[in-house]
């Protein structure tokens, strides 16, 4: 009913930026959250940062001050402004979409910093 397409990770050096985007398309409730996860190999899926239709949001402690999460609701995307990157924040990045009782996933984009 509902899919999701990341794009924007890459390769970057450490203090670098980048900017991931998902769109979501299908059935789209009016309110609904949406957020990006990561995982590096070997460690749990964490919450990066959410934001709900109406512009509330949410940010991991580790990520406060360097990444941004906003939203286009006309366009039913989400972006990750990631600043000041570092090599812990290396790791696949998930969009997620939480409407009503459903929650839906992106496939994943790979973020890779280097040192």
């Known amino acids: 009913q509902v899919q999701l397409v990341e794009s924007g990770g890459g390769l970057v050096q450490a203090g670098g930026t980048l900017r991931l985007s998902c769109t979501a398309s299908g059935s789209i409730f009016s309110f609904n959250v949406m957020g990006w996860y990561r995982q590096a190999p070997g460690n749990q899926r964490e919450m990066v940062a959410t934001?709900?239709?109406?512009?509330?949001?949410n940010y991991a402690d580790s990520v406060k001050g360097r990444f941004t999460i906003s939203r286009d609701n006309a366009k039913n995307t989400v972006y990750l402004q990631m600043n000041s990157l570092k090599p812990e924040d290396t790791a696949a990045y998930f969009c997620?979409?939480?409407?009503?009782?459903?929650?839906?996933w992106g496939q994943g984009t790979q973020v890779t910093v280097s040192s």
């Open positions: 934001i709900t239709s109406g512009g509330s949001t």
């Open positions: 997620n979409l939480r409407q009503g009782v459903f929650a839906f």
